[in-house]
């Protein structure tokens, strides 16, 4: 009798962890289909970098990026510089499914759909860290500023965290709608400026080297976005996807 | 063509009279504040007004989440209803407060967390107008329009917070002040009163438009439905 309940159990704990692997599966697939198709045509990774430089290189001439109004809006102008070119990323990202009708394709495969938002926001991810990696040496060298700060980083981590988490549901609405490309930086912005305030703020006092005490607020509010902004997606994106 | 309830028409006439009345109280039976003198009156319309913004962009918040859930198209309407309402009290609480800081903080308009995050949330609303317009099958609008709003919602205490991280100059009449607010008072009796009779007064304002609107957007469907079995 207890032998036959232990078996039960086991059975249980063993089917609940190959439903995970296979749940893991699928979401590696979606990010390794999306990683796959950028590594042969360089289309979005290429767009978002050169606009990025770009738009440093217009607040080079915008703001006079002398040595001392460096210190205090670098934290500023990266920020811009990531959520610019995370937009054109997410839009794109988006586009490239709906285009030709590779979401429809997504949407038939024997997966559960929140399988799909993940393995969609981590590709989005991937794209943002591979420019923020770029620009910030990039950053560093030109304007003769030290970036390299362990703090600066986990800030980044967790505020493209943030941005993606909603921007990968908000593109995949926008990518629906008739205004496409110009609807989604208007969905996405006022909803993450919480993030982008956070992100800026304990940027900037990292580099400054603020002590912890005036940072952490900051950084407990990312987290606290990252997880209920996830969490709502993970819960909507079913219905945003549904035909 | 369905007749007006009479449930509505009733309530049309209290929510006129308690506006009458709302507005005679903070004219005449509120006391005149000591210091900021006859502007302060602003603070009961002021406040009543940021409220129903606030209960409109709830109630939209809960319309979208009870929509998904039973996909019943009347809590789409409700939802779009709440939000257009709130859009409009919101700006009404805002321009309020931007007469009322003029003579007290000596500008139209700061950067304060309660100022930033009520000119986010506007523009979160007026997202969400964009988002809707832009599609054309009703069911799909319907379930975007509740997904944004749920997220907005979400969002909006967020923005509070993040921006409350730097000082504040606002004043908080209920509850206890940061130091540093400026143009802060204490009620007294009446003017209490006559803050909460106006708070009061509002919601019925919100209520009895709600319904019209809700209405409003029931017929139109029915119109459309109409013209399309008209066409076939």
Redesign the interface.
Same mark, same amino acid.
Do not use: H
């Given at each position: 009798m207890e032998e036959s309940a232990m078996d039960v159990s086991r059975q249980a704990t063993f089917e609940t962890r190959s439903a995970w692997r296979a749940y893991l599966r699928s979401i590696w697939a979606v990010v390794w289909k999306d990683l796959a198709a950028e590594l042969r045509s360089r289309e979005l990774l290429s767009a978002m970098l050169v606009f990025a430089l770009l738009v440093i290189l217009i607040f080079n001439f915008a703001l006079e990026l002398d040595a001392e109004t460096r210190a205090t809006v670098t934290s500023g102008v990266l920020w811009v510089t990531f959520a610019f070119a995370g937009t054109l990323g997410l839009n794109r990202s988006m586009a490239m499914e709906k285009d030709r009708g590779c979401l429809d394709g997504l949407l038939l495969a024997p997966v559960d759909r929140s399988a799909i938002y993940f393995g969609k926001a981590i590709g989005n991810l991937v794209f943002m860290f591979v420019v923020e990696i770029i620009v910030l040496p990039v950053y560093s060298i030109l304007y003769n500023v030290n970036l390299f700060n362990p703090g600066l980083i986990l800030v980044i981590v967790l505020g493209s965290l943030g941005y993606v988490a909603?921007g990968t @549901?908000?593109s995949s609405?926008?990518v629906?709608?008739?205004?496409?490309d110009v @609807?989604l930086p208007? @969905?996405l912005?006022?909803?993450?400026?919480?993030v982008f305030?956070?992100a800026v703020?304990a940027s900037g006092f990292f580099l400054a080297g603020r002590e912890m005490v005036d940072i952490w607020?900051?950084l407990n @509010?990312m987290i606290?976005?990252d997880v209920?902004?996830t969490a709502?997606a993970f819960m909507?994106f079913d219905?945003?996807v549904?035909e | 063509m369905e007749p007006k309830p009479r449930l509505l028409s009733i309530l049309d006439s209290v929510t006129v009279l308690l506006l009458l009345a709302a507005t005679a109280a903070v004219f005449f039976y509120a006391p005149t504040e000591a210091v900021m003198g006859q502007v302060q009156r602003v603070f009961y319309f002021h406040v009543a007004a940021g409220w129903v913004g606030m209960l409109g962009f709830l109630v939209a918040a809960i319309a979208g989440i009870v929509y998904?859930r039973t996909g019943r198209r009347n809590w789409d309407i409700v939802g779009l209803s709440a939000v257009e309402i709130g859009m409009v009290f919101a700006f009404i609480n805002i321009v309020t407060g931007s007469i009322w800081a003029r003579p007290i903080w000596n500008t139209w308009w700061t950067w304060d967390p309660r100022l930033t995050t009520a000119t986010?949330m506007e523009?979160?609303y007026a997202?969400y107008l964009?988002?809707r317009a =832009?599609?054309?099958d009703p069911n799909?609008r319907a379930?975007?329009g509740?997904?944004?709003a749920?997220? =907005?919602f979400?969002?909006v205490p967020?923005?509070f917070?993040?921006?409350r991280?730097f000082r504040t100059i606002h004043p908080v009449v209920i509850g206890s002040n940061q130091p540093g607010a400026e143009g802060s008072f204490d009620m007294s009796p009446r003017m209490l009163q006559a803050f909460m009779f106006s708070l009061f007064t509002f919601s019925f304002v919100f209520a009895d438009l709600l319904w019209h609107r809700v209405r409003l957007g029931r017929l139109s469907d029915k119109v459309e439905q109409l013209k399309l079995k008209t066409m076939a």
């Open positions: 909603v @549901l908000l609405m926008a629906q709608t008739r205004t496409r @609807l208007i @969905l912005f006022p909803v993450v400026i919480p305030i956070a703020k607020p900051y @509010l606290v976005y209920i902004f709502v909507t219905y945003v549904e | 998904l986010i523009l979160i997202a964009m988002l =832009g599609i054309e799909r379930r975007f509740a997904v944004y749920i997220v =907005g979400i969002s967020l923005t917070f993040s921006a991280l």
